[in-house]
């Protein structure tokens, strides 16, 4: 009775072995956990860097609030017009976007040979038409205008733009004026110019001013409208990702450029300084390119990666993978894993489903903030089960168990009338039933002569 109990506890452990792991059917994961997604670092400060033809150049990763890449960063060189970037930061700051300005004659005649919006004096015009004027066509009369109207002379304005640079810790670099016109005094470095650029583009207004396609001043008192195209958008190929910039330049083999560029999670600010014009347009691509190889961060997930294995409710199969319907990198401040964080939330899922639904959702977070938000969808066919699919047991399980109580049962049989046999033979005494007769004959005969 002992080897009969074993035996079927035995086989008990065996199915109840197979219903918890017999549910996924045809899908393995041997060796790792889906549903903990592996975080890959990527990027490499060290990486090789493109050739460029600016002299001096800087690539700074706002995420991580630190340069990735520099090049000859800390030579003083002239900035030229994207000076102005400080000019209109500075504008915003101190005056009110809807006062009226009054043009002086120094503003439409000391810088009369380069770029402007061809102000007149005495001309009235709101401060936020003259930073349009400043921003998108380059205008060095409007930026001159800004100027005195933030401080009363150039002078005095020269002063609070090289206060203002000083307290954001630029240390060489100095301004005589505010358009950037060339001057020996009159300089910054690719290292100084990005920190300067990074802290102005803080403001939207002045972004979102600095990327528009277009703008029309309004008709003023000396003028009729005046239609703005956007300089800095027409000296850049691909225009996709770019938030905001200036271009500088003195002559064709002269420029400069400073941005701010979002590339998937990836927000860099970039300066080139001395470059030629062409040479800037392929020189803002190797640099937006390069940005994903130096900078570091970690690729959480690619389309089609499977993070979760998912419970089917009456299904033939009784568990599915989920896959991401999208790519995410994250470049926390810290550059740690650990300030990563995954929200998975799958849907309840019931057969029939098919290979491409919406099953939930996967967010990730980076240092508490949403940095990318997907679908997760079913990666293969499931069709309804059988009836035990209801309680999650698949059809295969469903097969393996009848299978298994068959031998049971069987077995059962098998050894109820093996012991039946044994007690035919055998009675407590341990004689067998012809020794029972045969003794029982004697005791007749032996009766019957007394």
Not at 5 to 34: H, K, N, W
Not at 343 to 349: H, P, Q, S, T
């Amino acid at each position: 009775m002992f080897r009969k109990a074993a035996l079927i506890f035995a086989l008990l452990i065996l199915v109840t072995s197979i219903i918890f792991t017999g549910q996924t059917g045809m899908y393995s994961f041997a060796g790792s956990d889906p549903e903990l997604a592996e975080i890959t670092p990527i990027g490499d400060l060290n990486a090789e860097p493109p050739e460029l033809k600016a002299k001096s150049a800087a690539l700074y990763s706002l995420e991580m609030d630190k340069f990735v890449y520099a090049k000859n960063e800390n030579e003083k060189i002239s900035p030229y017009s994207i000076t102005k970037i400080l000019t209109c930061y500075l504008a915003l700051e101190k005056l009110d976007p809807d006062k009226t300005v009054k043009v002086s004659a120094n503003a439409t005649k000391v810088y009369e040979n380069g770029t402007s919006i061809l102000l007149k004096t005495g001309e009235k015009m709101k401060v936020r038409d003259l930073i349009y004027g400043t921003l998108l066509e380059s205008g060095n009369d409007a930026a001159y205008a800004l100027g005195e109207a933030v401080s009363g002379s150039e002078k005095k304005f020269a002063k609070l733009m090289n206060k203002t640079v000083k307290k954001w810790g630029c240390e060489d670099t100095h301004f005589v004026n505010a358009n950037g016109w060339k001057n020996k005094d009159h300089y910054t470095t690719a290292h100084d110019m990005t920190i300067i650029a990074r802290n102005c583009f803080k403001n939207e207004t002045l972004a979102k001013m600095s990327a528009a396609e277009e703008y029309t001043i309004p008709a003023t008192n000396k003028s009729g409208e005046r239609e703005l195209g956007n300089v800095f958008l027409h000296s850049i190929d691909d225009k996709k990702g770019i938030l905001c910039g200036k271009t500088g330049s003195w002559d064709e083999d002269d420029c400069s450029i400073a941005l701010e560029f979002k590339k998937g999670n990836l927000s860099e600010v970039i300066v080139l300084l001395e470059d030629s014009k062409k040479g800037r347009r392929s020189d803002v691509k190797k640099l937006i390119e390069f940005s994903e190889i130096v900078t570091p961060g970690f690729l959480i997930c690619d389309e089609g990666y499977i993070v979760k294995i998912a419970k089917v409710r009456h299904g033939e199969f009784t568990k599915v993978p989920l896959a991401v319907d999208g790519r995410t990198t994250a470049y926390p401040s810290t550059n740690k894993a650990s300030d990563i964080t995954v929200e998975i939330k799958a849907d309840k899922l019931e057969a029939p489903i098919s290979k491409g639904d919406k099953a939930g959702t996967y967010t990730v977070y980076a240092n508490g903030v949403v940095v990318g938000k997907h679908g997760l969808v079913v990666t293969e066919d499931i069709k309804t089960g059988w009836f035990p699919s209801y309680l999650y047991i698949s059809n295969r399980t469903t097969t393996i168990i009848l299978e298994i109580l068959a031998v049971i049962a069987v077995l059962l049989i098998m050894i109820i009338l093996i012991s039946r046999n044994m007690k035919k033979e055998k009675d407590g005494s341990g004689k067998t039933e012809k020794e029972k007769r045969v003794k029982k004959e004697k005791k007749e005969k032996y009766v019957a002569k007394h």
